[in-house]
């Protein structure tokens, strides 16, 4: 098993950054597949990136490609999302989340046994 703090979220205005990171503890870190999803409100939870144990990056096919870039520390046991040019649209809480399976569905929320509590990001105009 394994336990997920996000940190890292925050306000700001559009085009600014933030970084988030996933401080992970528990079975082995790098043994697992990382994902970041986001959920505004109303709307259901979605995919953002996600990065397997070996460093694969995998990213959202809408606007966050280019935006969003996902890396992982297994040394430090974290799993971190810079996002740049960030918009409006960007606001929602973030989610951390952990998958053990081997059979891995990276994009769906139902390939992650393991979440984190999430952190907000709120941009501002």
């Known amino acids: 098993q394994v336990q997920l703090v996000e940190s890292g979220g925050g306000q700001v205005q559009t085009g600014g950054s933030l970084r988030l990171s996933c401080a992970a503890s528990?079975?082995?870190?790098?043994?697992?597949?990382m994902g970041w999803f986001r959920q505004a409100p109303g709307k259901e939870r979605e995919f953002v990136a996600a990065i397997s144990r070996s460093g694969f990056r995998i990213y959202s096919e809408d606007s966050m490609r280019g935006r969003f870039t996902i890396s992982r520390d297994n040394a430090k046991n974290t799993v971190d999302l810079q996002m740049n040019s960030l918009k409006l649209e960007d606001t929602a809480v973030y989610f951390c989340?952990?998958?053990?399976?081997?059979?891995?569905?990276?994009?769906?929320?139902?390939?992650?046994?393991?979440w984190g509590q999430g952190t907000q990001v709120t941009v501002s105009s």
């Open positions: 989340a952990a998958s053990s399976g081997t059979a891995w569905s990276s994009r769906s929320p139902l390939g992650y046994e393991y």
């Open positions: 528990g079975r082995a870190f790098g043994s697992y597949n």
